[in-house]
């Protein structure tokens, strides 16, 4: 979620990524101000041809509770999830742009995403536009956005993650030929999918709730790692031509209801990769 109300000037550039070279990551966390209306008029039209927004914000875990009375989840309403990183030890795929993750879901089957984070979609080319698994979407938190392509597959049988994380089958396997194409064509020369190292799982509750009040669907997730530390994120979609009324109407409800943006506010991918560049 973001604040649309203060003018902090222009929008910071994010670096446009060809779908044929591999991307810079981009170090938004400096940004000390609030995304204004305008900034985000700026982003919006600079992004053309987004296939959805998600507005997000993450909770301080000294609210947590507060908020989840003030929002009446029930957790026994949740879908719990394990998330998987995959990367090297000094994260060579995150300073290139590039993320790697499985998901493993109660009931479902699990999927996988490589994601390149930033990308432009005007750089994008037509053939990969036209691939169904392939999106671009923008994400938006209060002092920070993100422009990502994610290649998707959402078939995956809870076996082969579980063999994977027990290292008995290779992660390579997780992904579909076009996923590995993709991922060759982006990733570090010489950093092969079964070169990198497993971080993770990491244990999450997923909540899609409609809040008393708010006349649209939210989305709890809560992340606890494996130290017992936790992260609260909030966060909603929207299409692109919807993403002024969608914003101030949800945070206009959430300050309603005395839900304030945390202090740290940064995705969640980004908080677990620091988490795993901690732990052996």
Known sequence: MLACSREAG???PTPAVSSSASPTAVDTTSREKLLSRQELQDILTGFGGLDGVELKMTIDDSDRQSVVK???MDPLE???R????FDTNDLALNRAGVVLRARRIQGEDGDTVIKLR???PSQVSPKLRSVEAFKVELDVMPERYVCSGSFEREDIDDKDLKAVLAKTKPIQDLFTPEQRAFYSE???KGVSMDSLRVLGPIN???LKFSPSGLNRKLVAELWTYPDGSRVLELST???PEETFAVAEETMTYLSSKGVKPGTAQQTKTRTALEYFTKVP
């Open 10 to 12: 222009q929008p910071s």
């Open 70 to 72: 003030a929002l009446d």
């Open 78 to 80: 949740g879908q719990l």
């Open 82 to 85: 394990q998330v998987i990183f």
């Open 118 to 120: 930033p990308v432009s």
């Open 186 to 188: 982006h990733a570090p």
């Open 204 to 206: 999450t509750l997923r």
């Open 237 to 239: 979609t929207c299409k």
